[in-house]
């Protein structure tokens, strides 16, 4: 079935420097890929998503690109901020929004 | 923005219980989830919802649950009855549409707590 996988679990960064979350998929469709993020006490939002092999897509200063031949969305920012701590998903929708998750990653930002 | 409301946030019941979680989606909304979240793992499907009847389930589905929305109310799912291994954080979602670019908006969870 479907997969997927983010390394890290725990993130710890000074604001101002670059981050990359990992997620790689497993699928035998389509892929269809999303981060969400889940601030304390929050409802999890979609950040990002795509199907588009290769294209960039960007949303609050967080940048992703779909790569199919490695299976691969990882999440990046160039800049992070005290209020991007948060908890990040990765998921794959498996059909009809039907969302395969990831662990989910913390990412703690310092001052 | 669009939100999602779950009622409780948190509830405690004894194994054997009955436990009905509620959720109130984005008003202009059509399909329903649920999904669920065991302390420390992935938040796994559970079942989808449209025009009054669940479209698919996850093999997490099981026979003691259920899921209605009466009469465009609370969207529910209803657990009969309760096992220890229940214990985890339900997410309810919902969408306009069933299609993957179709976003979904999710609740803040219920932590069920079986004792």
């Known amino acids: 079935g479907d997969s997927v996988t983010q390394t890290e679990g725990l993130v710890t960064l000074t604001k101002g420097l670059p981050v990359m979350l990992n997620c790689t998929y497993q699928t035998t469709y389509s892929p269809f890929l999303f981060w969400y993020v889940q601030h304390l006490n929050e409802a999890p939002k979609l950040l990002l998503k795509s199907s588009t092999d290769n294209k960039r897509t960007e949303h609050q200063g967080f940048y992703a690109t779909l790569h199919k031949s490695s299976s691969s969305f990882h999440l990046q920012k160039s800049s992070v901020q005290l209020s991007d701590s948060a908890l990040y998903f990765c998921?794959?929708?498996?059909?009809?929004?039907?969302?395969?998750f990831g662990k989910g990653t913390v990412l703690l930002v310092s001052p | 923005g669009p939100k999602v409301l779950q009622i409780p946030s948190h509830q405690i019941i004894d194994m054997g219980q009955m436990v009905t979680l509620n959720c109130d989606p984005v008003s202009n909304h059509l399909y329903f989830y649920w999904y669920k979240q065991i302390l420390g793992q992935q938040m796994e499907f559970l079942v989808n919802?449209?025009?009054?009847?669940?479209?698919?389930k996850s093999k997490l589905f099981k026979d003691q649950f259920s899921v209605e929305r009466p009469d465009g109310s609370y969207f529910t799912l209803k657990i009969q009855p309760t096992a220890l291994e229940d214990s985890a954080v339900y997410f309810c979602?919902?969408?306009?549409?069933?299609?993957?670019?179709?976003?979904?908006?999710f609740g803040h969870g219920t932590k069920l707590s079986v004792l």
């Open positions: 979602a919902s969408s306009l549409g069933r299609q993957s670019n179709e976003r979904l908006f």
């Open positions: 919802f449209y025009n009054g009847k669940v479209m698919e």
């Open positions: 998921a794959l929708d498996s059909g009809y929004n039907k969302l395969t």
